[in-house]
């Protein structure tokens, strides 16, 4: 499985972005699907994931109300969209993906990683 994510940028305090994580290489389905953020100086940190199959999808609580992860089969792609961003969001967002019947929470459970998209909020 490759990944593609990109969508990141320069967005002030109380902004949005949406990140988008593109698969190729095979289907996903029977996978999960994680997106993980990286602040300077600071071990990578899970966000969010979701299981392709079924879209239960699961975001951490200091994002959960502003950050919604989702999926579109038919394009191959999950989706971070993150609303009322703040500087502590800012980090290098990947996305990963493992083959799982539900939801991984740490790196190390993950099999594939795509690159990563940087994500800064200014205040």
């Known amino acids: 499985v490759q990944l593609q994510a990109s969508g990141g940028g320069l967005v002030q305090a109380g902004g949005s972005l949406r990140l988008s994580c593109a698969a190729s290489?095979?289907?996903?389905?029977?996978?999960?699907m994680g997106w993980f953020r990286q602040a300077p100086g600071l071990e990578r940190v899970f966000v969010a994931a979701?299981?392709?199959?079924?879209?239960?999808?699961y975001e951490i609580e200091s994002v959960k109300g502003r950050f919604t992860i989702s999926r579109d089969i038919a394009k191959n792609t999950v989706y971070l969209q993150m609303s009322n961003l703040r500087p502590d969001d800012t980090g290098v967002y990947s996305c990963?993906?493992?083959?799982?019947?539900?939801?991984?929470?740490?790196?190390?459970?993950?099999?594939?990683w795509g690159q990563g998209t940087q994500v800064t909020v200014s205040s």
């Open positions: 990963a993906a493992v083959r799982q019947v539900g939801i991984p929470f740490t790196a190390r459970e993950y099999e594939y």
């Open positions: 290489g095979r289907t996903l389905s029977g996978f999960a």
């Open positions: 979701i299981t392709w199959s079924s879209g239960r999808s």
